[in-house]
C-alpha cells in the first residue's frame, strides 16, 4: 500500500495554469503505474491521464494538447501540469496508485484498476 497526499488546488480564471503534485510514500514509488482522475460535483468520477513506470502516457481526449502528466521516482512524485483551464475542469482531482512491478510500460485509465487514492484537492476555474 502507499500513502498518496495531493496539492496545487486552487482557484484560476478560465485561461489560467495550475500544477498539481501527488506525493507518495510508503513504497517503493517507481514500482507503481499513476493515474489523474477527477470529479465535479453531480458527476462520476472520470480519468484524466495515466502514466506507467516507463513513462508511457495516455490522455483523456477533454484534456489533450492543455495537460501533461510527470513523474519524479527520486522525489516520489507525480505532476499534472494543466493549461488553458476552461470552467468544466473544476472537480476534485485524484491521484491514484496502482502497483505494477510486473508491469513496466502498462498504463490504466479505469479506476478499478487501482489500488490506492489520495484525498483529492479541489481546482475551480473562473469563467
Known amino acids: 500500500q502507499v500513502q498518496l497526499v ?3 488546488g486552487g482557484l484560476v480564471p478560465a485561461g489560467g495554469s495550475l500544477k498539481l503534485s501527488c506525493a507518495a510514500s510508503g513504497r517503493p514509488f517507481s514500482s507503481y ?3 489523474w482522475f477527477r470529479q465535479a460535483p453531480g458527476k462520476e468520477r472520470e480519468f484524466v491521464v495515466a502514466i506507467s513506470r516507463s513513462g508511457s502516457t495516455y490522455y483523456a481526449d477533454s484534456v489533450k494538447g492543455r ?3 510527470s513523474r519524479d521516482n527520486a522525489k516520489n ?3 499534472l501540469q494543466m493549461n488553458s483551464l476552461r ?3 473544476t472537480a476534485v482531482y485524484y491521484c491514484a496508485a496502482r502497483n505494477t512491478y510486473y508491469s513496466y510500460n502498462n498504463y490504466y485509465t479505469r479506476g478499478v484498476d487501482y489500488d490506492d487514492w ?3 484537492t479541489q481546482v475551480t476555474v473562473s469563467s
Request: glycine fraction near 22%; avoid cysteine; charged fraction near 15%.
Open 67 to 69: 495537460f501533461t502528466i
Open 118 to 120: 489520495g484525498q483529492g
Open 87 to 89: 470552467p468544466e475542469d
Open 33 to 35: 503505474a499513476m493515474g
Open 6 to 8: 495531493e496539492s496545487g
Open 77 to 79: 512524485t507525480v505532476y
